[in-house]
């Protein structure tokens, strides 16, 4: 059975001194061997945000960690790929506050690459970041928020960032389908599973996250040696069966991880009125057809918000998006949601209401 715990960031207190008393009590439950050995601490850089918008794992708790781990003798490295094809992942980290949370053990995991056999049927390497391979434990830190194509982002989705810089977009076009993708993410999870995850949910992300959203302050870690159970427990705490999650329920397939027989510490309390992202439905009928639907759904430019970066060309897999002078997209999207993830201003939106359309139109 897998124990999961759910812990408070009290609120009474200073972010910085709680998410500390948190992240001791999460080491209590977990110990972890770290004196002398290297420590690759992995949070979730998607992006350029600041910590405010939920997108990024909060460097406050990256930081406490940092502190807890080298103050017990580790070699601590914190890195990640980010989103896109930024490899510079320090420029991408320094709005984020994890630069600094890094206490100047930063890394920029793009810059040594081994291909490793994946054991896929998508591909036969992932280019991964040595340092992920050869580190002695890997501490993985996402943070608790949604996401258009998987319904949530957390413990196994954070591990697609141990693919190095382009690839990822890549690897997206091989695995398009929000099942195809799932599966793509379990075969690269099991490479190397996490030795601990820290899940912060100090702010949460609903509705169309992973990067636009909206945010809620939720003030919880969550934690354990299996991340499938830390994503199972972040999914019931959003109010929805883990077993419904093609993510969950193929990396549980797979022995990866616990779905249902899970050891809770702490109270599990579902979020009430919690927003998921417009592309998720519950039943397998429902599903079923909004699948369907979301494979035809295209993304939308606002043109008032978008300043013309280009930044969703040049990160749309199968580069179908032509700037004139505001994105247009063209035949060949694989509906893949990069571009609303990544684009930097939230010009890019997946149309919920012409999703749930299309979705009456189905059952009526
Ligand atoms: S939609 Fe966003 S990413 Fe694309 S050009 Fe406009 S602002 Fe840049
Ligand atoms: S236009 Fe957007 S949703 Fe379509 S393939 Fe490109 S990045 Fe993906």
């Known amino acids: 059975m897998a124990r999961v715990l759910i812990t408070e960031v009290d609120p009474g207190r200073p972010l910085g001194l709680a998410a500390r008393a948190a992240v001791e009590q999460v080491f209590a439950l977990f110990p972890l ?10 949070p979730n850089i998607i992006g350029p945000f600041p910590p405010e918008a939920g997108a990024t794992t909060n460097p406050l708790v990256v930081g406490a960690v940092v502190d807890h781990l080298l103050e017990r003798g580790a070699d601590v490295v ?5 989103g896109g094809l930024e490899v510079n992942s320090a420029h991408t980290a320094r709005p984020t506050g994890l630069l600094d949370a890094a206490r100047g053990r930063f890394l920029n995991l793009s810059r040594e690459v081994a291909e490793v056999p994946a054991g896929s049927r998508f591909t036969d390497s992932f280019p991964l970041s040595r340092e992920v391979l050869e580190a002695d434990l890997v501490v993985n830190m996402p943070c608790f928020k949604t996401h258009l194509l998987t319904t949530l982002t957390g413990c196994v989705k954070n591990c697609f960032g141990y693919v190095a810089g382009a690839a990822k977009a890549a690897l997206h076009l091989k695995a398009p389908s929000r099942n195809r993708f799932s599966e793509l993410l379990a075969d690269l999870y099991r490479i190397r599973p996490p030795d601990l995850h820290i899940l ?3 702010l949460a992300m609903e509705g169309n996250g992973p990067t636009h959203g909206t945010t809620r302050p939720l003030g919880k870690i969550l934690a354990g040696y299996d991340g499938v159970a830390v994503d199972a427990v972040m999914a019931r705490m959003m109010g929805v ?51 369907m639907t979301i ?11 978008c300043t ?10 199968p580069r179908v998006i032509r700037l004139d002078p505001h994105p247009v997209v063209e035949d060949g999207c694989i509906s893949c949601f990069c571009c609303a993830e990544l684009c930097p201003e939230g010009a890019i939106v997946v149309p919920g209401d012409a999703i749930a359309g ?5 059952f009526s």
């Open 200 to 202: 912060d949910g100090v």
């Open 241 to 291: 069966d883990p077993a419904t999650l093609r993510l969950l329920s193929i990396a549980a397939e797979r022995g990866l991880g616990e779905v249902e027989a899970i050891d809770l510490v702490g109270r599990l309390e579902v979020i009430p009125g919690f927003r998921l992202p417009s592309t998720f439905r519950s039943s397998p009928l429902e599903m079923a057809a909004a699948l």
């Open 358 to 362: 299309e979705f009456g139109k189905i």
């Open 33 to 42: 061997a770290v004196e002398g050995r290297r420590v690759l601490v992995k």
């Open 78 to 82: 914190v890195g990640d790929n980010p």
């Open 308 to 317: 013309g970066c280009g930044e969703c060309a040049v990160n749309c897999p």
């Open 295 to 305: 494979s035809t759904t295209r993304p939308r430019v606002n043109p008032e918000r």
